[in-house]
């Protein structure tokens, strides 16, 4: 049974007064996290916008307890506060690993690797901006290819985006989801499923960043919306390995067999201003044929 947006709890752990952009989809996106998993929760998170967001000690908007670790060990400090929270009997607190894309798809992955293997018990959310936005928009292995960014600022990214969630998906953890922060439902009801589940419970959150990506702050819903209407993120979820069920919006578009060209998802965003027709053509020939993996798998 899931919950409307009409019954998500009144409750805020983040208070005004954050240090993100203005516009950011990540302080959407955690709003709705920590509603789903309540005041018994402890993150840690390593150097990254979400530091940010958590402000400067011993001031901090965020009302649950947090860790603040080293840039590649997220899950190694996620593993020592589940064996802590064991031996001292709180098993009812939730351990919450958060890191961005730079932080987990190139250097938390072995961290994260061995703690999955090892079935170790909290929930990582990979928070998707696709780049080390932090510190002034590196490319990173999640960069999609022909995106700008500083360190591909005259000729586009040329590598494709590391498809990260297939190595997740690999470990056959409790539970695998993806979600975005401009669908509230769909996000919320993934962190109240995956708080009750025991294990490595690990879910890709992408995130628009409207400083990083080169759109008005105005738009960020809008560009998450069209991320997946256009099939650029499907939202999903794994249990076990066993199959794949498509969900929300991904799940109505797989009914309907309507999806929208990438280029409406491209154009509106700086980032990729130097994409050619063929690069665009390219691109959509990669969304087209992963979507229809995606179908397969569901079943459709
Ligand atoms: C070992 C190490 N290298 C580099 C840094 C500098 N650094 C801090 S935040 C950051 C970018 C993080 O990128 P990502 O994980 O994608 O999070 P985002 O900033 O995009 O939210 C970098 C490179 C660091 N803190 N530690
Ligand atoms: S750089 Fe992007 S992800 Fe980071 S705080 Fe600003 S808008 Fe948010
Ligand atoms: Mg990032």
């Given at each position: 049974m899931s919950t409307t947006i009409m019954e998500f709890p009144d409750q805020e752990y983040i208070l005004p007064g954050t240090r993100t952009c203005a516009g950011c989809g990540l302080p959407?996106?955690?709003?709705?996290?920590?509603?789903?998993?309540?005041?018994?929760?402890?993150?840690?998170?390593?150097?990254?916008?979400?530091?940010?967001?958590?402000?400067?000690?011993?001031?901090?908007?965020?009302?649950?307890?947090?860790?603040?670790?080293?840039?590649?060990?997220?899950?190694?400090?996620?593993?020592g506060l589940a064996a802590g929270l064991k031996a001292t009997g709180r098993e009812d607190y939730t351990v919450l690993a958060m890191a961005g894309d730079g932080g987990t798809f190139d250097m938390g992955i072995q961290a994260l690797?061995?703690?999955?293997?090892?079935?170790?018990?909290?929930?990582?959310?990979?928070?998707d901006n696709e780049a080390y936005m932090n510190t002034g928009v590196q490319r990173s292995s999640a960069t999609p290819s022909g995106a700008l960014t500083?360190?591909?600022?005259?000729?586009?990214?040329?590598?494709?985006?590391?498809?990260?969630?297939?190595?997740?998906?690999?470990?056959?953890?409790?539970?695998l989801a993806t979600t975005c922060s401009s669908f509230p439902g769909d996000l919320y009801n993934k962190f109240a499923k995956a708080k009750d589940i025991r294990g490595t419970r690990f879910v890709h959150l992408m995130v628009p960043c409207p400083s990083g990506w080169g759109f008005p702050t105005r738009d960020t819903v809008k560009i998450g919306r069209l991320a997946v209407e256009t099939g650029?993120?499907?939202?999903?979820?794994?249990?076990?390995?066993?199959?794949?069920?498509?969900?929300?919006?991904?799940?109505?578009?797989?009914r309907s067999g309507r999806k929208r060209p990438v280029e409406e998802y491209l154009r509106p965003q700086g980032r990729f201003k130097k994409m050619t027709p063929e690069r665009i053509a390219l691109f959509q020939q990669e969304v087209d044929q992963r979507w229809a993996g995606l179908l397969q798998r569901a079943g459709f």
């Open positions: 959407i996106a955690y709003r709705y996290i920590l509603k789903a998993l309540g005041p018994k929760t402890i993150v840690t998170h390593p150097a990254c916008c979400l530091t940010i967001l958590h402000g400067i000690y011993p001031r901090t908007p965020v009302a649950v307890n947090a860790v603040n670790n080293t840039f590649a060990s997220t899950a190694a400090s996620a593993s690797s061995g703690a999955a293997e090892r079935e170790t018990d909290f929930i990582y959310v990979c928070y500083t360190t591909t600022a005259v000729v586009p990214k040329e590598q494709p985006k590391k498809d990260f969630i297939q190595i997740m998906e690999a470990h056959h953890p409790a539970y650029v993120v499907v939202l999903y979820e794994v249990e076990r390995g066993g199959p794949i069920r498509l969900t929300g919006k991904s799940l109505s578009m797989a």
